[in-house]
């Protein structure tokens, strides 16, 4: 029998595979070759998710990176309405603001003013602000989704508004707050001025600002006991551990990142409070009420120097440096920033 007819019907031809095959390819015929521009293409295909930021990088850098240049710069300088106005070119003075707001003693009443009102509101925030996620862990799901369209709808009220509404509230003579504490609780309110003693306008002022910091401090902390292990709970409860301690040893340490984070969060916001104080006393606070961010407002705009304005913004941002680190801390511990 010939080779020819021992070959396998479909196999590989044995001198097709040889090298000596191989050479007997009709003359200026090549082996294919693979397709040019891969790297090019590679490229190009590395470069595409940095195209894709690029506006956003570019909106960030003139909304926040050139003005914080620009607020820097300023701080060494003496711009005032002239300067600003004309674009003459403003004289160096060095650390001259500097020095000047730190040796005055009205500078660091505002800190302490403001140290002492964010404090407030931060306990105050996140003791209410947890116990109405506790409270929201515990409904049906319809009242649930209620009481979250409230705090949403809440949330989303502009500071004027709120102002305004709270402004109402603490009428002295229409106001709702002293007519349900002189009718209903039997205390002498009626007529009663809130703001005659600057600590009780601060409780004013401190209402406004917790109002609108709860919703989003509920939310957050609710998504956080969302995911305690309902075992763990269980567990304890089996093993006798009251409500308080169940709390205290298995739901706070699952969502104690998250309450720092929270927390963290409380602690800026507070801390650069303004519109609430500026809009509750109808543009024109009293002194008692100066906090660090009516400071800064009153020297740059009433004393017409943008110079001392901007060195306080700067000392602010190095007094909540600090605080923005551990932010940061918080975050990579719960995995919101890889």
């Known amino acids: 029998m010939s080779a020819a007819e021992l070959k396998t019907p479909g196999g590989p031809d044995p001198q097709a595979a040889s090298p000596a095959a191989a050479d007997k390819r009709p003359a200026g015929v090549h082996e294919p070759k693979a397709p040019g521009g891969g790297g090019r293409r590679r490229r190009k295909g590395a470069l595409l998710p940095y195209l894709l930021i690029a506006p956003a990088f570019i909106a960030i850098a003139a909304v ?13 300088q003496d711009v005032g309405r002239k300067e600003l106005w004309l674009g003459t070119e403003p004289e160096w003075v060095g650390f001259e603001q ?3 707001i730190l040796t005055d003693g009205e500078f660091w009443d505002s800190v302490i003013l403001t140290v002492v009102f964010m404090i407030a509101c931060v306990v105050v925030s996140l003791a209410l602000g947890l116990g109405v996620a506790l409270m929201m862990q515990r ?4 009242a649930r989704l209620a009481l979250t369209g409230a705090l949403i709808a809440a949330w989303s009220i502009p500071v004027m508004v709120a102002s ?3 402004r109402w509230l603490s009428d002295s003579d229409y106001g709702v707050l002293n007519m349900v504490l002189t009718k209903y609780l039997g205390l002498d309110f009626q007529g009663h001025n809130w703001w005659l003693d600057y600590k ?3 409780l004013i002022i401190g209402a406004v600002v917790v109002w609108g910091a709860i919703p989003f401090i509920a939310i957050t902390l ?3 006991l969302t995911q305690v292990p309902k075992e763990l709970e269980e567990a304890a409860a089996i093993d006798g551990v009251n409500a308080f301690g ?8 699952v969502i104690k990142p998250v309450f720092q984070m929270v927390a963290t969060l409380s602690v800026i916001w507070d801390f650069n409070v303004l519109g609430q104080v500026w809009l509750m006393r109808g ?7 100066e906090i660090i961010g009516l400071y800064a407002f009153n020297k740059a705009f009433e004393n017409n120097s943008f110079s001392q304005g901007a060195a306080i913004s700067l000392i602010t941002v190095l007094l909540l440096s600090g605080v923005a680190v551990y932010y940061l801390r918080q975050l990579l511990k719960i995995g919101e920033v890889d």
């Open 246 to 253: 169940n709390f205290r040893y298995v739901t706070f340490p």
């Open 64 to 76: 926040f990176v050139w003005p914080l240049i620009k607020t820097v710069i300023m701080s060494f």
């Open 200 to 202: 009780q306008g601060f």
């Open 139 to 142: 409904m049906s799901d319809w």
């Open 222 to 224: 609710y998504a956080a």
């Open 98 to 100: 500097f020095e000047n």
């Open 164 to 166: 305004s509404i709270f």
């Open 283 to 289: 543009g024109k606070p009293e002194p008692e009420y």
